[in-house]
């Protein structure tokens, strides 16, 4: 998320959002909303800091009372923000994305601290922006909550994408095999362009192939095969599949 | 959208919408009442009070600029390295993608405020003789134009004091390691130099606040304006030039 907001330069390549890279955006603050880690002054009221984002944009200083409504905020906005909760800045953070009204928004763990009634809200509020044309791009560790909220998913693992995909696509996107061969049919997937991982004794998760490319590819290797079926399971059940497979390739 | 004038007017409301200013302030006040008590309670070794005995005394006692260098050094580099510290630079990045152009209204807000500070604290120090002469033998001799001198001096060291300071927290990016930082550059390290190489003695910041407020000769005032100015913009340089290079936390 740094590297595409300029705020730390790629080893290789290029970010860019809608074709333009964020240094080169016209008026960023109104084009990309941002909510990354909280970054307030312990010592400035929630809605100085407002102001002060609202003016270095030229925003007009009425949508610094809006979004504090919105948020719900509008009755602490004059604490200084040392003495919010962890739950009230991430919704003054939000607040501040918001500020520009942006056609796009960038979010890092956004549901982080709120309370399920705030999750509820922060949901609506982005599957509503996403309804009405918007982009929203969320980074969460919450996978159950990115179910809710996501259409489309990259799964990132120690750098390294993993998956990607419609969210839809993604939970039917791997194969479980039962099969006495195990070490073989890793083998024959591997060589295939599969990425395969050991799993329960006899099982073999795959990805990268769909069923028939599995049975195929296992019928001309002679391996016996006593179960092939969609792997479907959550998001969290698939983000460990994935993850732990990339140790076990490693391992091998 | 995001001019330079919009980023300045943010900068000047991210310095004044925390108490530093007032804690500033304070120390000006409580600098000021000291100097006042030096005035009423204070004599040369001989028990006399000569060090006020002549115009050129009282102006050297009211000669705020060494202090205002020193001063808004610390504010600037506090100001900004707590941006860092705060990540409160973030949003500022992101508001204006192009640093230099953020920065320098950082820069240019931390003058403005390390000037009006080291204005307010000149107007007090003088304030402070003015009120306690008096009690004394002597009244204040000081004429009206060595007065504004004197001020405009002070407002001067103080900007220049802050951007050095500034620069200084936009490199270090650490509060404690930027005020450690400034306090070399304007303590420490002048009279290593002067060490190293006596002609440079003429040169160091102390030496050209004194010559600004005129109770000092060893330069022309404009050479030390010159100089002053050099001390705070070749820093700024370097922190221009790291600004757009470094990632942000």
């Known amino acids: 998320m740094k590297v595409l907001l300029d705020l730390a330069a790629a080893d290789g390549g290029t970010a860019r959002i809608g074709d333009t890279r964020y240094r080169d955006l016209a008026d960023p603050a109104r084009a990309v909303g941002v909510m990354l880690e909280p970054n307030f002054h312990p010592g400035r009221s929630g809605r100085d800091h407002l102001r002060i984002l609202a003016r270095a944009a030229g925003i007009p200083m009425v949508r610094v009372d809006e979004m504090l409504e919105s948020v719900g905020l509008a009755a602490a906005a004059d604490r200084r923000a040392g003495t919010y909760s962890l739950g009230m800045r991430q919704r003054l953070g939000l607040a501040a994305a918001l500020l520009g009204d942006p056609s796009v928004l960038v979010l890092d763990e956004p549901a982080n601290g709120l309370d399920p009634e705030g999750i509820r809200t922060l949901r609506n509020s982005l599957r509503g922006r996403a309804a009405q044309g918007h982009t929203v791009f969320v980074s969460s560790h919450l996978l159950a909550e990115v179910e809710h909220l996501a259409d489309d998913v990259i799964v990132i693992n120690k750098g390294r994408l993993v998956a990607q995909g419609s969210l839809a696509d993604l939970q039917h996107a791997a194969a479980f095999i039962r099969t006495p061969a195990r070490d073989r049919l890793l083998d024959v997937v591997a060589a295939a362009g599969g990425v395969a991982h050991a799993r329960d004794g006899d099982g073999v998760v795959v990805r990268g192939m769909d069923l028939d490319q599995i049975g195929e590819a296992a019928f001309h290797a002679g391996i016996p095969i006593h179960q092939l079926s969609s792997e479907a399971g959550s998001l969290e059940e698939l983000f460990l599949n994935w993850t732990s497979g990339d140790v076990e390739e490693v391992e091998r | ?249």
């Open chain 2, 1 to 249: 959208m995001t001019t330079w004038t919009n980023l300045m007017r943010a900068e000047l409301r991210k310095l004044t919408s925390t108490r530093m200013p007032w804690a500033f302030l304070a120390v000006l006040v409580v600098i000021s009442a000291t100097t006042a008590a030096a005035v009423i309670f204070g004599t040369d070794m001989d028990g006399s009070k000569a060090f006020i005995a002549t115009a050129a005394d009282q102006q050297s006692l009211m000669a705020f600029a060494a202090n205002a260098l020193m001063g808004a050094g610390l504010f600037g580099a506090i100001a900004v390295a707590r941006e860092y510290a705060h990540g409160t630079v973030v949003p500022t990045f992101l508001t204006s993608p192009r640093r230099q152009r953020a920065m320098l209204a950082q820069l240019a807000a931390v003058a403005v405020i390390g000037g009006a500070l080291a204005l307010v604290g000149a107007g007090l120090t003088i304030t402070a003789v003015w009120l306690s002469l008096p009690t004394t033998e002597y009244g204040f001799m000081v004429a009206a134009g060595d007065v504004v001198r004197v001020l405009a001096a002070s407002a001067f060291a103080g900007a220049a004091g802050a951007v050095l300071g500034a620069a200084i927290g936009a490199l270090v990016r650490n509060t404690g390691g930027a005020v450690t930082g400034t306090v070399l550059v304007l303590i420490i390290a002048p009279p290593l130099i002067i060490q190293l190489a006596s002609d440079a003695a003429s040169w160091v910041p102390n030496t050209l606040a004194t010559v600004l407020s005129g109770v000092g000769d060893e330069v022309t005032t404009l050479a030390a304006g010159l100089a002053i100015a050099a001390w705070a913009l070749v820093p700024a340089a370097i922190a221009l030039a790291a600004v757009q290079r470094r990632d942000v936390a």
